[in-house]
């Protein structure tokens, strides 16, 4: 049996008023997302249980079969995961996203996509000022880093996500509790060593968001997790996505992590020759998972226009020849969800329940709440098929959905 998941980050969303009162989806055009939903399953999945922020590392854990509940820590752990980096029980590890915050105001938690070599410059000026104790800063993807934490302090924090505050004034979301202080005069001093750097003049002369300062949260401890083939029997893996968490996490579920020429975190990215990647792990692996992060990116941006074309290159170069792949195989099933909605109108994620379409060489004939029309939020919702304990769409669709 072969299995392919297909995650669109971000890409469900509420009706815009800027498309009629359409969602993106309903506007994009996606034939082969359409097809699956026609030819076997659609409908709606919780993936962010009650206590929880919406965000991916809660979402995919979701989506992978695993309940946040007894498994999440923190995102940052798992970017850690990917890294690679050798965690002690005690240790903290906080994100470190590079972010532009322009008179006290959050204007762009990805510091205008800043380059991986530029945001690691800056993160090893700002290691070198700082020099503190049991404190280590790993560079990771673009804006996207890491703060490690090796010694006895404690923390109990509240902190926030940059994305999650666009147009906010950032003194209501630094850091707070036991800790705190410590992480605010990291912020700080990042703030006055940025602020004349050249890589901040070179974005400000280009137009684009510059890194002004480096943002913390999203702390926890190594977590502890049960590989997949233990947990549904599924032998081999290979995870494909652009992003560190998701790495962390093929890490932690004991499948392989494949590396794609020209993948970003971007509309920018190489559509095309992930699709083709992704078909040719089928060949090597019983499940592959490809997961693209554009209309997540594109949604916190407020941009509509790349949003919908980022859905419809997902559908044209990576959904479409999964598909195809897909049926020459004697026994397959393939599902395309994304993890959670990334809302336009406030370039938050939300927390409505994202929409999935699954299809399979058993289903193709079976019947079922398939409703008329293709792969949209509505069609879902109308199909009857909700699954309100997220983690147990994993379940359902590598055995169920009959």
């Known amino acids: 049996m072969k299995y392919a998941i297909i995650i669109p980050d971000g890409a469900a969303d509420d009706p815009l008023t800027q498309l009629g009162g359409r969602t993106p989806f309903e506007v994009a ?13 659609q409908g709606l999945a919780r993936t962010v249980p009650d206590g929880f922020e919406s965000g991916s590392d809660v979402a995919i854990m979701t989506l992978l079969g695993y309940d946040p509940a007894r498994y999440h820590t923190g995102r940052a752990p798992l970017e850690a995961a990917a890294q690679r980096i050798a965690l002690s029980p005690t240790d903290w590890v906080f994100r470190c996203n590079l972010v532009t915050v322009v008179a006290g105001v959050m204007k762009d938690h990805s510091a205008g ?25 790993h560079p990771g993807v673009s804006y996207r880093n890491l703060l490690v934490y090796r010694g006895a302090d404690a923390f109990d924090l509240k902190t926030k996500p940059p994305h ?17 202080d410590v992480l605010n005069r990291i912020m700080a001093r990042s703030a006055g060593l940025f602020r004349d750097h050249p890589i901040v003049l070179k974005h400000r002369s280009k137009g684009i968001n510059a890194p002004t300062q480096v943002w913390l949260w999203g702390q926890g401890h190594a977590p502890a997790m049960p590989r997949f083939v233990d947990q549904f029997a599924i032998p081999t893996g290979c995870m494909i996505t652009g992003v560190d968490l ?37 060949d090597q692996y019983d499940l ?13 941006q407020a941009d509509y226009k ?47 329940w994202p929409p999935f379409c699954l299809a399979g060489s058993d ?28 983690h147990e769409l994993m379940e359902y669709f590598l055995r169920g959905a009959r």
């Open 246 to 282: 998701l790495r962390g996490l093929a890490v932690l579920l004991g499948w392989d992590v494949h590396e794609v020429a020209g993948m970003t975190s971007f509309h920018d990215t190489n559509y095309l020759q992930q699709g083709i990647d992704t078909c040719e792990r089928l």
């Open 164 to 180: 999650e505050i666009p147009e906010q004034p950032v003194t209501d979301w630094v850091p707070q509790g036991i800790g705190s």
């Open 288 to 300: 592959v998972l490809s997961h693209i992060e554009a209309p997540d990116e594109a949604s916190h």
């Open 29 to 41: 055009a996606t034939p082969n997302m359409d097809a699956i939903a026609r030819m076997g399953r």
């Open 363 to 390: 289903l193709l004939a079976a019947g079922g709440p398939t409703p008329a029309g293709g792969f949209t939020e509505a069609n879902a919702a109308a199909s009857g098929v909700r699954i309100e304990r997220g």
């Open 306 to 352: 790349t949003k919908i074309a980022s859905i419809e290159a997902i559908d044209q170069f990576v959904v479409g020849p999964v598909l195809e792949k897909m049926r020459r195989f004697t026994d397959w099933r393939l599902l395309v969800m994304p993890d959670h909605p990334t809302n336009i109108a406030t370039r938050k994620h939300g927390y409505a």
């Open 113 to 137: 996509g800043i380059s991986d070599i530029d945001a690691r410059t800056l993160l090893k000026l700002l290691a070198d000022d700082l020099k503190l104790d049991g404190f280590e800063f």
